[in-house]
């Protein structure tokens, strides 16, 4: 499995990716999710891959491929974020029917989603979603996050700590936090985690974590998280209980089998 997140700011962008892939509980494996395809000073391009390994590499590869032979359409060309978007689409629609009759024939689950964000020269940062049929959505002030892979363990975290006005440090400390909880839930979901920040319209990337298995940071998150979340617990007042017996019919009433 896998878990992969972007937040898109007023300040810039953050994205996180965990490490594990598994086919089954006896085969689990570490591969990098979060790719790197900027040009400093020109255009910042981030990726994170969720679903068949086997396409999502191949689609890094195309991606690159198209770089190398200085291909007319690549990501190196493409004038804006949605293009960029549409494009990778594209490949992973190609990629999914020339394999098509293959995986299907031995029931292979060949879909993959990937998370694209960054920023080009003349454009606005942004955050795009792209699904395994090759459409896409984007991210909003109103809706600053988007998550793909095991998404549901991780999202409380979002929805009740961001906003589109929230900090990068704070936006970066939410995805790990987002990320542990994940990994405290799912065994499907490891490090190392991969994690970037973006300030906008810098054109560079200046902050990036590589974080392990036992990282101390991560242990020491982990730690203050769960503790503060133990002390809130305990500081929620009690429910205040109705006295007297339950009426009957207030409450559904259930016939014996």
């Keep these: 499995m896998t878990y992969c997140l972007g937040i898109l700011t007023r300040w810039g962008l953050v994205m996180a990716a965990d490490s594990r892939t598994n086919a089954g509980v006896d085969y689990i494996s570490t591969y990098r999710k979060l790719f790197d395809f900027s040009v400093p000073g020109e255009r910042i391009l981030l990726l994170c891959t969720s679903g068949n390994l086997a396409m999502t590499q191949a689609v890094i590869a195309q991606l690159r491929q198209d770089i190398h032979h200085q291909q007319q359409e690549n990501l190196h060309t493409l004038g804006s974020l949605y293009e960029v978007a549409t494009y990778i689409g594209r490949k992973i629609r190609h990629l999914q029917e020339e394999n098509r009759r293959w995986l299907e024939r031995d029931h292979i689950d060949f879909q993959c989603s990937l998370l694209l964000g960054g920023q080009i020269q003349g454009d606005e940062p942004g955050l795009f979603l792209i699904y395994p049929q090759g459409n896409c959505i984007h991210a909003t002030p109103e809706t600053p996050f ?17 906003t589109y006005h929230t900090s990068l440090e704070a936006a970066a400390k ?18 190392p985690i991969h994690l970037v920040r973006y300030e906008r319209d810098s054109f ?12 101390p940071y ?15 617990f305990a500081q929620l007042p009690d429910p205040q209980w109705q006295e007297g017996g339950i009426e009957r ?9």
């Design 146 to 162: 988007l998550q793909i892979g095991e998404t549901k363990y991780g999202k409380p975290i979002l929805d009740r700590t961001l």
């Design 174 to 191: 939410c995805a790990l936090l987002s990320i542990d909880s994940t990994m405290k839930s799912n065994i499907s979901v490891g490090p």
């Design 204 to 215: 560079r990337l200046r902050h990036w974590l590589e974080l392990g298995l036992g990282d």
């Design 218 to 232: 991560l242990l020491q998150m982990r730690r203050s998280w769960e503790q503060s979340l133990q002390q809130a």
């Design 249 to 257: 019919d207030r409450w559904p009433h259930v016939q014996p089998q």
